[in-house]
């Protein structure tokens, strides 16, 4: 059974602090995501990553950044938190681009 | 860019009574088309998927059909249940600057009424 795990589910900071929100999988998957879902705009793509030290910019990755230094762990950072960054993020992991996406838990962050 | 139009955004049947669910893609050359299902406070998880070699396929009471021609593809569920409630999210292939990407319908809410 292919686990993903997110290191918090529910998170609160204040605005301008720095957030890392981890996530790992136990797959030895190559593939990793980092998705926003907010009500009514579905899943967007923040940041992916097809291998160790590779990183690609989704379709918004405006205030974010990710850093993937092994392969199980995929790490999405937030430079300084602003409120219309409150939201649930799932990270995601698949063996390849037209493979099953495995979803964590999701964290629901709240900046304040 | 390219995007994924997915309808309705609600979607209230009576249990036992069939629900389909619509998505267009811009891109020609998406070839991989998933389905998830989000239920209440859960993450979404793969229901069916479809790849464009083929026009129909079904698992149980769910099938999903496409229509290369017209970049349209659908989810049926038929014989609905009270576990059928959920939102399900659709999702094309693209390229996109030389990386492979999904693209994500803004999802559907179906409420099964008892």
């Known amino acids: 059974d292919v686990k993903v795990t997110q290191s918090s589910r529910y998170l609160v900071k204040r605005t301008g602090e720095k957030v890392f929100l981890e996530c790992v999988q136990d797959?030895?998957?190559?593939?990793m995501f980092w998705y926003r879902q907010d009500p009514g705009l579905g899943l967007r793509l923040i940041y992916f990553?097809?291998?160790?030290?590779?990183?690609e910019k989704g379709d918004i990755p405006e205030g974010y950044s990710v850093s993937r230094e092994k392969k199980e762990r995929f790490s999405l950072i937030l430079e300084s938190a602003s409120t219309n960054q409150t939201s649930m993020y799932l990270c995601?992991?698949?063996?390849?681009?037209?493979?099953?996406?495995?979803f964590g838990p999701g964290t629901r962050l709240t900046v304040l | 860019g390219e995007n994924v139009e997915q309808h309705p955004s609600t979607l209230s049947v009576q249990e036992g009574d069939s629900a389909v669910i619509k998505c267009t893609y811009s891109?020609?050359?998406?070839?991989?088309f998933p389905w998830y299902k989000q239920e209440l406070g859960k993450r979404p998880q793969l229901i069916i998927d479809?790849?464009?070699n083929v026009g129909e396929k079904k698992d149980q009471r769910i099938a999903v059909t496409l229509n290369k021609t017209a970049k349209h593809f659908s989810l049926h569920i038929t014989e609905t249940q009270p576990e059928d409630s959920a939102v399900y999210f659709c999702?094309?292939?693209?390229?996109?600057?030389?990386?492979?990407?999904?693209?994500w319908g803004a999802g559907t809410k179906l409420i099964i009424k008892p």
């Open positions: 479809i790849r464009s």
């Open positions: 999702a094309a292939s693209i390229w996109e600057d030389s990386n492979y990407q999904l693209i």
């Open positions: 990553s097809y291998d160790v030290k590779m990183k």
């Open positions: 797959m030895d998957h190559e593939n």
């Open positions: 995601a992991s698949s063996l390849g681009p037209s493979y099953e996406q495995f």
């Open positions: 891109d020609s050359a998406s070839n991989y």
